[in-house]
Antibody, heavy 116, light 108 residues
Framework: QAQLVESGGGVVQPGRFLRLACEASGFTYSSYGMHWVRQVPGKGLQWVAVMWYDGGDKYYADSVKGRFIMSRDTSKNIVYLQMNSLRIEDTAVYYC?????????WGQGTTVTVSS | EIVMTQSPATLSVSPGDRVALSCRASHSVSTNLAWYHQRPGQAPRLLIYGASTRASGIPARFSGSGSGTEFTLAISSLQSEDLGVYFCQQYNKWPPYTFGQGTKLQIK
């Protein structure tokens, strides 16, 4: 059964960094697009970034471009989101999701709180 | 950026009701439109992709229709587990992928 598990969230001061991880099991994520989507509790969904199948093409939302970086470790079936220069407005639950037809597998989310 | 607008924002419903949720795109997205359902405290779950194709394991009471800029998600006979928030999302022109703001189904 396909499953994604995020980790790495926490409380961090503005300007600092965090690295989120998304571990895939039950499928090989390198055959899919992998997204990060965030959600402020009680609010809507905001797409953050995507990495495509071969890992070469990555795209980011304007709000995180230049600060966030997606990468992967294919040997471990893990996708990462390196979040640098964090801002208060980056506070959210971060989900990873795989895309084959639509975002069909989602993790449970990991919470990032940026606060002084 | 394609802006997705959902209506209504909130819908009060009863079990057994037939429900129709609307999603409008600011520019044509062809049929590159997905619907998701999110229960409180849970991750979103894919219901529909390609505007009208049910995802694996999704009950037949869910159906999607539309193309271009106007889309509808219908639930033929509402069950209690269908409560929560529904989001539409376009994947025709990206980045960015964009979501609607959501429609909340609540008990009447």
């Amino acid at each position: 059964q396909a499953q994604l598990v995020e980790s790495g969230g926490g409380v961090v001061q503005p300007g600092r960094f965090l690295r989120l991880a998304c571990e895939a099991s039950g499928f090989t994520y390198s055959s899919y697009g992998m997204h990060w989507v965030r959600q402020v509790p009680g609010k809507g969904l905001q797409w953050v970034a995507v990495m495509w199948y071969d890992g070469g093409d990555k795209y980011y939302a304007d709000s995180v471009k230049g600060r966030f970086i997606m990468s992967r470790d294919t040997s471990k079936n893990i996708v990462y989101l390196q979040m640098n220069s964090l801002r208060i407005e980056d506070t959210a639950v971060y989900y990873c999701a795989s895309e084959r037809d639509g975002m069909d597998v989602w993790g449970q989310g990991t919470t990032v709180t940026v606060s002084s | 950026e394609i802006v997705m607008t959902q209506s209504p924002a909130t819908l009060s419903v009863s079990p057994g009701d037939r429900v129709a949720l609307s999603c409008r795109a600011s520019h044509s997205v062809s049929t590159n439109l997905a619907w998701y359902h999110q229960r409180p405290g849970q991750a979103p779950r894919l219901l529909i992709y390609g505007a009208s194709t049910r995802a694996s394991g999704i009950p037949a009471r869910f159906s999607g229709s539309g193309s271009g800029t106007e889309f509808t998600l219908a639930i033929s006979s509402l069950q209690s587990e269908d409560l929560g928030v529904y989001f539409c999302q376009q994947y025709n022109k990206w980045p960015p992928y964009t979501f609607g703001q959501g429609t909340k189904l609540q008990i009447k």
